[in-house]
């Protein structure tokens, strides 16, 4: 699956500066679905919000990851056209509300997500919904490897960081298809942090330095292993992933369009997007100890937090922002009400 065609040229600008705006908008937009136990409205607001603002940016953008199909939820359709129609030419990769259910249900990790790489460079999921993944910081490159078990991979990680394993942490969906992996990271002596969603923020965590997370393993979504293979790369950190299609009818569209070596073949980050030049923007909607969630104060207005990240010059900004809430180029019209009422209640 992997695209041959040649990426188009380096892109001179800080796209990841303009893409902010994207993930700013569909946070906004979706926080005030926050805890409301309708996910799908919220990702409804987002994608609308994300695809009003794309359109302002001076890009030939194609979407080749819209989200969505697994959970039959709103999306941007693959293939979309995005951006002012100029240069530069890009692969978007996005995921308005990455955990539509954190959203809904009011729990930490909720994220509104792009990631934007020259276009070709990006690897398409075809018929893959599910990936395993394996991911760690800059100081597990060449030493975790996903053909080693797990526990393995935690006493190459507890001896290249000097710390025994009782001392690291795995982020890991809390999913029943990973009652053994939890198991065996438990009997190997690990910490293990369970959460029902949300893996790009647990990749983020484990590639980014002092989170106390230091590995993300198990099986999530495969778009959303692109998107966070962006960040990582782009945070230096190692990240593998292996298709590990978990439905009937995926493993027999997979089966029908790859060959057995393809299909167990392990994917890097750098297979995953195939340019240094990838950009990464994330806005929390809910909050979580890394990046503070949407948050509205009747003086101040609406406040955001976001993660900028650029592969090419591995910049990594936190850029908060604070959003009149009249701001109508931000919100869609019905959002944009629900906000002032959220606020004025
Ligand atoms: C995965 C994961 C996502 O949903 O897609 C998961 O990558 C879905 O898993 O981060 P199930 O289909 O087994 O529920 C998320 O957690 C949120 O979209």
Redesign the pocket.
């Known amino acids: 699956m992997p695209d041959s065609s040649e990426p188009s040229p380096a892109i001179d600008r800080n796209l990841g500066m303009e893409l902010v705006r994207v993930t700013e908008a569909a946070a906004l937009s979706s926080a005030p679905y926050m805890g409301r136990g309708d996910g799908k409205a919220g990702d409804g607001a987002a994608v609308a919000a994300m695809r009003a603002v794309l359109g302002t940016i001076r890009m030939s953008g194609t979407i080749v990851i819209g989200e969505g199909e697994k959970d039959d939820a709103p999306m941007l359709f693959n293939g979309e056209q995005v951006g002012t129609g100029d240069a530069p030419e890009l692969d978007l990769a996005v995921d308005p509300v990455?955990?539509?259910r954190l959203l809904a249900l009011g729990r930490d990790n909720a994220i509104a997500v792009i990631a934007a790489a020259p276009g070709g460079s990006m690897w398409k999921p075809g018929s893959s919904y599910y990936m395993d993944k394996l991911v760690g910081g800059s100081e597990l490159k060449g030493v975790i490897d996903m053909s080693l078990s797990p526990t393995e991979n935690l006493e190459r990680a507890a001896e290249a960081t000097g710390r025994p394993v009782e001392q690291l942490t795995v982020f890991v969906?809390e999913?029943p298809r990973h009652r053994e992996l939890v198991a065996e990271l438990r009997t190997a002596g690990a910490r293990v942090s369970l959460h029902t969603?949300?893996?790009?923020m647990g990749a983020i965590l484990a590639a980014y330095p002092g989170t106390g997370v230091d590995l993300l393993m198990g099986i999530?979504?495969t778009p959303?292993g692109v998107i966070a293979a962006v960040a990582v790369k782009a945070l230096g950190g190692v990240m593998q992933g292996r298709l590990a299609p978990q439905l009937s009818e995926e493993r027999s569209r997979l089966r029908s369009e790859l060959d057995p070596d393809e299909l167990r073949q392990i994917l890097a980050a750098d297979d995953l997007v195939r340019s240094d030049d990838a950009f990464f923007a994330a806005t929390a909607i809910t909050g979580s100890p890394f990046l503070e969630g949407v948050r509205y104060d009747r003086a101040l207005g609406v406040s955001t937090e976001s993660l900028v990240i650029r592969a090419g010059s591995g910049s990594v900004r936190h850029v908060r922002g604070i959003h009149r809430l009249d701001a109508r180029h931000i919100f869609g019209r019905d959002a944009r009400e629900r906000v002032i009422e959220v606020v004025s209640d």
Do not use: F
């Open positions: 990455e955990g539509t969906l999913k969603d949300g893996d790009v999530g979504g959303e």
